[in-house]
Nanobody, 117 residues
Framework: QVQLVESGGGLVQAGGSLRLSCLAH????????VGWYRQAPGKQRDLVAS???????NYEDSVKGRFTISKDNAENTVYLQMDSLKPEDTGVYFC???????????WGNGILVTVSS
C-alpha cells in the first residue's frame, strides 16, 4: 500500500522558514517525479515546485529564489525548504508522486502552512 506522509507544516511569521517533508511508503520515491502543490483557501490546487526522477527541479515564478526542493533517496523523502515566507504562501501543501507513462499517481493528505503578517 502506497502512502505519502507530509510533515513540517505549521504557523510561522512572515519572513520565516519552514521545511516540509514527504516520506514515501510502498514506492521508491527516486523513481518518480515529485511535486509540491499548494491549495489556498477557496482556490484551486497549484504546483509550486517539482523535482524529476533525474533530479531536475522546477519552480513556480512566485516561489523562485525562496523555495528549494530536494530529495534524499536513502531516506525515501522529498523536502521543500521554504524561506522568506509570505502571507500569500498560506495554504495546504500536498505531495504528489507520479510516474510518467504509467497510471501510478499518488497524493499525500496535505499539511497546513499558515504565514502570519
Amino acid at each position: 500500500q502506497v502512502q505519502l506522509v507530509e510533515s513540517g507544516g505549521g504557523l510561522v511569521q512572515a519572513g520565516g522558514s519552514l521545511r516540509l517533508s514527504c516520506l514515501a511508503h510502498g514506492i521508491i520515491i527516486s523513481h518518480f517525479d515529485v511535486g509540491w502543490y499548494r491549495q489556498a483557501p477557496g482556490k484551486q490546487r497549484d504546483l509550486v515546485a517539482s523535482i524529476s526522477s533525474s533530479g531536475r527541479a522546477n519552480y513556480e515564478d512566485s516561489v523562485k529564489g525562496r523555495f528549494t526542493i530536494s530529495k534524499d533517496n536513502a531516506e525515501n523523502t522529498v523536502y521543500l525548504q521554504m524561506d522568506s515566507l509570505k502571507p500569500e504562501d498560506t495554504g495546504v501543501y500536498f505531495c504528489n508522486c507520479k510516474m510518467i507513462g504509467s497510471v501510478m499517481n499518488y497524493w499525500g493528505n496535505g499539511i497546513l502552512v499558515t504565514v502570519s503578517s
